[in-house]
């Protein structure tokens, strides 16, 4: 039964507030989820154990695995990478296999028309290519589909009042401004259909 609780934005009054509840509902159990400051995390903490709560809480780092050990008589929390055993492995690539190929004969003829579109509306290939980091760290060539003129960046770099604004703009054009997009591309993009090549390096492991 949750009793009472506490915005994640904590004040000064929060120690006071949080001894307060525990005494006058009877709480066993402080839960602390999401992210506060380092000194309020410290002092939530002395208070739940002075007053014998359970203490739960969340990871403070996000896409970790806490694990409890024990070296020489002092406990810490272990970190550690999510990992799968390898029949967890053998079903997830075989999920993938089966999904990719099943996703790529499905959307074969869209993805044919696609291509076909975005080398009528402009010069240049249908994919664009790209390197990624994958699984260990690995690079792979990440396909798209080509949403961009093929002499994109000499374009915007041709235009000194636009390329101001895209370094402004933390490397990004507003929508509707960026001269570089195509018309397949505009509609590719806001239907997420450039991402489709990805099937194949889903298929390919990457």
Known sequence: E???TF??????GLVTSLAEAIDSQGGDT???????PGTSYSEIVDVSLTHGCRLLTTPRTSGVVPRSVLIEGVRFVELTAP??????WFAKRLMDIVISSIGLIVMSPIIVALALWIRLDSEGGALFSQDRLGRGGRLFRCLKFRT???DAEDLLRSQPDLYELYIANDFKLPEGL????????????KTSLDELPQLWNVLKGD
């Open 148 to 150: 961009m003129r093929s």
């Open 30 to 36: 402080v839960a602390m989820i999401g992210k506060m």
């Open 7 to 12: 915005p994640v934005q904590l004040g000064d």
């Open 178 to 189: 960026d001269p570089r997009i195509t018309r397949s591309g505009w509609f590719l993009r």
């Open 83 to 88: 990992s799968l055993k390898a029949p967890q």
């Open 2 to 4: 949750v009793v009472e």
